[in-house]
């Protein structure tokens, strides 16, 4: 079956430090996959996104590049802030295309 | 536009209770999908519905349901809740079926005494 696998957290940054948070799955073919991103108190916000293999997701200073050969697609960004402090969700689309397959979430936290 | 809004904020029940949690998604989406997120579970995926029929359903038992209305606002609908039953519900509107992205409201947090 589908699945998604986050590494553990939380991650603790100071500020302008460089941030990978490591993201696998499990699926069949190659699924679209996501990034979201959710702030205290709030919903879920698409973060980025790749839809087929060597694509890369791109938003606010994040990256995340989808890698058949590893099915991976770890987010990375180069100099985070303290308002990046979140939890930070990975997610594959079923192959039906019908739900959105979740990892357990990495928190994030970012010191000044 | 006026993002996915979920009424109640806040919820508090106690067991063998039902409880109705509403979705209003973004004006013209038309595919609701409702999300139960937990700190053991995750984040888990219940069911959607698109033209007030429910389409895709996740693994939870019947005591889950839901529906839509001609003006594609949805409820969810929990009964004889139980202790587990506390959590985060989620939703999230899309333009069609099965669409990308989805974009989610902030949740009815649910607590059950």
């Not at chain 1, 957290?9 to 993201?23: D, H, K, M, R, Y």
């Not at chain 1, 890369?56 to 050969?69: D, I, P």
């Amino acid at each position: 079956g589908n699945s998604v696998t986050q590494m553990e957290g939380p991650v603790t940054l100071s500020e302008e430090a460089f941030l990978t948070i490591n993201c696998t799955y499990t699926a069949t073919g190659y699924p679209s996959l996501f990034w979201y991103v959710q702030y205290p108190g709030e919903g879920l916000q698409l973060l980025l996104k790749a839809t087929k293999a060597d694509d890369k997701g791109s938003n606010k200073g994040f990256e995340a590049t989808y890698r058949k050969e590893t099915t991976s697609f770890h987010l990375e960004k180069g100099s985070v802030q303290v308002s990046d402090s979140a939890v930070y969700f990975c997610a594959l689309l079923n192959q039906a295309g019908t739900a959105l397959i979740f990892g357990k979430g990495t928190t994030l936290s970012v010191s000044s | 536009k006026a993002g996915v809004t979920q009424t109640p904020r806040y919820l508090i029940k106690t067991r063998g209770q039902q409880v109705t949690l509403s979705c209003s998604p973004i004006s013209g989406h038309r595919s609701v999908s409702w999300y139960q997120q937990t700190p053991g579970q995750g984040l888990q995926f219940l069911f959607e519905y698109f033209s007030e029929t429910q389409r895709n359903k996740g693994n939870f038992p019947g005591r889950f349901s839901g529906r839509q209305f001609s003006n594609s606002r949805s409820e969810m609908n929990v009964s004889t809740l139980e202790l587990g039953d506390s959590a985060l519900y989620l939703c999230a509107s899309s333009l069609e079926q099965g669409a990308q992205p989805q974009h989610f409201g902030d949740g009815t947090r649910l607590s059950i005494l």
